[in-house]
């Protein structure tokens, strides 16, 4: 079955690197995601990898697959305050009709 | 492209009552998908339609819940003689389709069963 685990909590200052870790069990994901979640808010889509990728880097956000471990991570550079929320990865997995299996978030806190 | 929207935001009902949740996906978005999602946990998949027919649904859903997506438009969620255990998020995402990974959500309605 699918089960993606994460850590709950992070805290960072500002200025420095995040990195955010995520396995998931499902070795026939075919993509992997990062969404935010800010208070109140529904999910802000960040960046997704297909998996036959390992970095796929976008501006501050850098995604790293391990496809042999089931480990993807999510670094943000530079670390803002506005950074602060919670971060969801999430798996699709093929001929699953792109229905994405959520690990249980990662709350962020950037401090000045 | 005003994204993916849905209403009401916020839902308060009394128990054993119905409820209906509606959500306006993507213009042009052939895929809509709905979520729960509780307290402190990850969303979970409740059903998706590709244009308006209805291709999977979670265990989760259960008799009580029914999803429409009459016209390959909008989509409505039922949720009949609500429970407490109903209280949560429901989330609605819409995506391209089939080979469009990026699926985009809305805001959630927010549902208290007291």
């Known amino acids: 079955g699918e089960d993606v685990e994460q850590s709950l909590f992070l805290s960072v200052r500002e200025g420095d690197s995040s990195v955010i870790n995520c396995t998931y069990t499902?070795?026939?994901?075919?993509?992997l995601y990062w969404y935010k979640q800010e208070p109140g808010a529904g999910l802000q889509l960040l960046t997704y990898?297909?998996?036959?990728?390992d970095m796929k880097q976008d501006q501050r956000l850098t995604v790293l697959l391990n496809k042999k471990d089931k480990h993807l991570s999510l670094r943000i550079a530079d670390t803002q305050t506005g950074d602060s929320a919670i971060y969801f990865c999430?798996?699709?997995?093929?001929?699953?009709?792109?229905?994405?299996?959520f690990g249980t978030g990662t709350q962020l806190k950037v401090e000045l | 492209d005003t994204g993916v929207s849905q209403n009401p935001r916020h839902k308060i009902t009394k128990r054993g009552q119905n409820v209906t949740f509606r959500c306006d996906p993507i213009?042009?978005?052939?895929?809509l998908y709905w979520y729960r999602q509780t307290l402190g946990q990850g969303p979970e998949f409740l059903t998706y339609f590709q244009n308006e027919a209805q291709l999977e649904k979670s265990r989760l859903l259960s008799d009580r819940f029914s999803a429409e997506r009459p016209k390959g438009s909008f989509s409505t969620l039922e949720i009949q003689r609500t429970e407490q255990g109903d209280s949560a998020m429901y989330l609605c995402a819409s995506s391209l389709g089939q080979g469009f990974p990026e699926q985009y959500f809305g805001p959630g309605t927010r549902l208290t069963v007291t």
């Open positions: 499902d070795s026939s994901s075919t993509y």
């Open positions: 999430a798996e699709s997995i093929t001929g699953g009709g792109n229905k994405l299996t």
């Open positions: 990898i297909f998996s036959n990728m």
């Open positions: 213009s042009e978005h052939n895929r």
